[in-house]
C-alpha cells in the first residue's frame, strides 16, 4: 500500500523505523517544522524528520496541516492510508477524508481511557498497574475513533516515564506492522466503536503539576516522580528557596514522627522525607544549575541536618 506517515517525537521513531525496515511503501513523511531549541534555541529537527532524512524518504513540514494548500499536497500524493504517531496537531476531516483505508493512529493507552496529550504521564501519575497500546481509526476527535486492536502490558514498579514511553513506543510499532501487514490497498481494517461512558481525559503536563504536595501519601509523591520524569520533573523547594528536582526515590510503608515535608537522617546517608502517609527515601536530587547527585552526596555537600524542612510553592 501506498503509506504515508505522520510523526514528530521520539515516541513516533520506532514505528517509522519499523515501516522502513519491513519495506512498506513510503510516500512521504509529515513532521512538525523545525523548532529552536536548546540554550542557543537553534532550529532542530524532530527525531521523525532526522531518521526520514536518513532513508531519503520526501519530507513535508506544514505550520498547520488543515491549510488548503498542504492538504491539495496530500491529495495529490494520494496514499492508500495515513499512519498517524505523536503528530502533534489535530487532523481536520479533509485530510482524514484522502486515504481510502483510512488514517492509522498509534495511541499509547488502552483507549477509551486516558484521551489526549499526555496518557504515559497521567497512567504512572494515577499509579495504574497495566497500560498498552491502541491502534484506531482517526476521526475528527480527540481519540474518540473507532478501535483497530490493543495490546496490554503491565506497568513494573519501577517504570518511569522514560521507560514506559519506549516500552510502549516499540510495542506500537510492531502492532501496527501486523495490522498494516493484513490489509489491501482499497478496504479499511475492522474497527469497533469506543465506549464513551468509559472515557478518561489525559491533558497536557504544566510546569505546575511537578511541585511536590509533601502532605499527599508516599505512593502518591512517589508516582508523581515517575509520570513527570520527561517534563516537567519533580521538584520541591529547600532553605532559601533552592528548589530540588526529584530524580529517584522509594516509598517506605514507615512512618516519621514528623510534620510532612521534615527531612530525616538515616545512618549518614540515607536521607528521608515524612509524607501524610509513610516516608519516602529520597535516593537521587538535582539542586538547580548543578548535576544530579546521589542523597549522600546532597547530606555532605549541604551539610543537611534531621529536621529541616523541604516546601512546596505555595507554602514559601
Known amino acids: ?19 522502513i525496515a519491513h519495506n512498506f511503501e513510503l510516500i512521504g513523511v ?25 532513508h531519503q524518504l520526501p519530507i513535508y513540514q506544514p505550520e498547520k496541516v488543515r491549510d488548503p494548500k498542504f492538504v491539495r499536497t496530500l491529495e495529490r500524493l494520494a496514499p492508500d492510508v495515513t499512519v498517524v504517531a505523536a503528530f502533534g496537531q489535530l487532523l481536520p476531516q479533509t485530510v482524514l477524508d484522502i486515504p481510502p483505508c483510512g488514517t492509522i493512529n498509534l495511541h499509547p493507552s488502552l ?10 504521564q497521567w497512567a504512572l501519575i494515577n499509579g ?24 496490554r502490558i503491565p506497568i513494573r514498579d519501577e517504570d518511569t516515564a522514560f521507560t514506559l514511553t519506549e516500552q510502549l513506543a516499540q510495542l506500537g510499532a510492531e502492532q501496527l506492522v501486523e495490522r498494516l501487514s493484513e490489509m489491501s490497498g482499497d478496504t479499511p481494517p475492522p474497527s469497533t466503536p469506543q465506549n464513551d461512558a468509559e472515557a478518561t481525559h489525559a491533558p497536557r503536563l504544566t510546569k ?23 517534563w516537567p520533573g519533580a521538584y520541591t523547594f529547600f532553605r532559601d528557596n533552592l528548589r530540588l528536582k526529584i530524580i529517584d526515590c522509594q516509598p517506605l510503608p514507615e512512618t516519621l514522627n514528623a510534620s510532612p515535608g521534615t527531612l530525616e537522617i538515616v545512618e549518614k546517608r540515607k536521607l528521608l522525607v515524612a509524607t501524610s502517609d509513610g ?13 544530579v547527585m546521589e542523597a549522600g ?17 505555595s507554602s514559601l
Open 1 to 19: 500500500m501506498r503509506t504515508l506517515f505522520m510523526g514528530t517525537s521520539e515516541f513516533a521513531v520506532p514505528a517509522l523505523k519499523e515501516l
Open 128 to 151: 495504574e498497574i497495566e497500560t498498552g497500546v491502541t491502534l484506531m481509526q482517526l476521526d475528527a476527535g480527540e481519540d474518540t475513533g473507532d478501535i483497530i486492536s490493543a495490546v
Open 111 to 120: 483507549l477509551p481511557k486516558y484521551r489526549g496529550a499526555a496518557p504515559i
Open 208 to 230: 505546575e503539576m511537578g511541585n511536590v504536595n509533601w502532605h499527599q501519601p508516599a505512593t502518591t509523591i512517589y508516582n508523581l516522580v515517575r509520570g513527570t520524569a520527561i
Open 297 to 313: 552526596d546532597f547530606i555532605n555537600g549541604y551539610q543537611l541536618q534531621t529536621g529541616e524542612q523541604l516546601l512546596t510553592a
Open 279 to 291: 516516608a519516602l527515601q529520597l535516593l537521587k536530587i538535582q539542586p538547580a544549575t548543578k548535576k
Open 30 to 54: 509529515v513532521t512538525q517544522p523545525d523548532r529552536p531549541s536548546g540554550r542557543g534555541k537553534r532550529l532542530s529537527p524532530s527525531p521523525v524528520k532526522v531518521v526520514a532524512a536518513e
